[in-house]
């Protein structure tokens, strides 16, 4: 499984960006997608999740900013960033939990990430 991460930039305060993240590859299917980053000198945390059905969790400072969504037809998660802050400054991973294989084993698989940077 692979999943091909894009829309990072640099923009200013305040301004918008939009990531897209496909997987694609061999699997049964796609279950949660979600968007993590990690800035320099910390860890990595997550920024947003999204089950197939449309379930969606946030971290706390995007609450409000972000807005995850996805197109299951396409095994595709976006994320719409509004509102955007130095702080939002990191590199952005997509993760997808995939069923592979004979016996629909669950795994995750990580992109490559991609920058976003946010001057103020």
């Known amino acids: 499984v692979q999943l091909q991460a894009s829309g990072g930039g640099l923009v200013q305060t305040g301004g918008s960006l939009r990531l897209s993240c496909a997987a694609s590859?061999?699997?049964?299917?796609?279950?949660?997608m979600g968007w993590y980053r990690q800035a320099p000198g910390k860890q990595r945390e997550l920024v947003a999740d999204i089950t197939p059905g449309g379930s969606t969790n946030y971290l706390d400072s995007v609450k409000g900013r972000f807005t995850i969504s996805r197109d299951n037809a396409k095994n595709t998660v976006y994320l719409q960033m509004n509102s955007l802050e130095p702080e939002d400054t990191a590199v952005y991973y997509c993760?997808?939990?995939?069923?592979?294989?004979?016996?629909?084993?669950?795994?995750?698989?990580w992109g490559q990430g991609t920058l976003v940077t946010v001057s103020s």
């Open positions: 590859g061999s699997f049964r299917s796609i279950n949660d």
């Open positions: 993760k997808a939990k995939a069923f592979v294989g004979v016996w629909g084993s669950e795994y995750p698989y």
